[in-house]
């Protein structure tokens, strides 16, 4: 049974550019959710995607988007980047209907991405 | 609005003596609380969750986890650590009140057992 998968492990890009990271659900889950996580800090929410659209949305400004395709899997897009997007990036998935609020995100390894 | 702390950047224990990651939450009704471990260059492992029940919750690799209401804190333990136990420690929060479905972090905390 794969777990979360994500792609590419790194990126370097410069700023002002844009990027596209990409997560694959674990089997079965219908929800992702992606998270940043700066050097030394805990995760930070970006946004929630269920049944292709965004269900929720932390505190992030619109240059992060996102997309949910039918097969659940999902993208995170930022444009014109900033030095201070670097940091891991983590998608998360986990089945709605399982129990709402109470089910368990499970994540993957994680994007790492620098910019320069 | 939803928040955790983990009062401790790292916590030091030897190997076979127990060991305890303190946390505590601030939510404005009754939380969901979750603990995750993360390695070196790794994703987020799940380890356990309280939703409701019993006070004391069990997870994966022999920890646990005591959900103490009146001092909001869920404290996670294990009655001996191991070397291979060193990690950060994530502690993560979930008003069930508001609807909501982010996981709220803390800063997370390093365990080293030597």
């Known amino acids: 049974d794969a777990g979360v998968t994500q792609s590419p492990t790194h990126l370097i890009k410069t700023r002002g550019q844009q990027v596209t990271l990409r997560c694959s659900p674990k089997s079965g889950h219908d929800t992702v959710s992606w998270y940043q996580q700066a050097l030394g800090q805990g995760p930070q929410f970006i946004f929630q995607y269920y049944e292709e659209e965004e269900r929720q949305r932390g505190n992030f400004p619109d240059r992060f988007s996102g997309h949910q395709f039918p097969n659940y899997s999902s993208e995170l897009n930022v444009n014109a980047l900033l030095l201070g997007d670097s940091a891991l990036y983590l998608c998360a998935s986990s089945l709605l209907t399982s129990g709402g609020p109470q089910e368990t995100q499970y994540f993957g390894p994680g994007t790492r991405l620098l910019v320069l | 609005a939803q928040s955790v702390a983990q009062p401790e950047d790292q916590v030091n224990v030897a190997e076979g003596n127990p060991l305890t990651v303190k946390c505590t939450y601030s939510?404005?009704?009754?939380?969901?609380l979750f603990w995750y471990v993360q390695y070196p260059n790794r994703g987020l492992q799940f380890l356990l969750k309280y939703i409701t029940g019993d006070n004391l919750v069990k997870g994966s690799y022999g920890f646990e986890a005591e959900f103490n209401k009146s001092q909001t804190s869920f404290h996670l333990k294990k009655p001996s650590a191991l070397v291979s136990d060193s990690a950060l420690y994530f502690c993560?929060?979930?008003?069930?009140?508001?609807?909501?479905?982010?996981?709220?972090f803390g800063k997370g905390t390093s365990l080293l057992v030597t």
């Open positions: 993560a929060v979930r008003d069930r009140s508001n609807s909501g479905y982010a996981l709220n």
């Open positions: 939510v404005s009704g009754n939380p969901y």
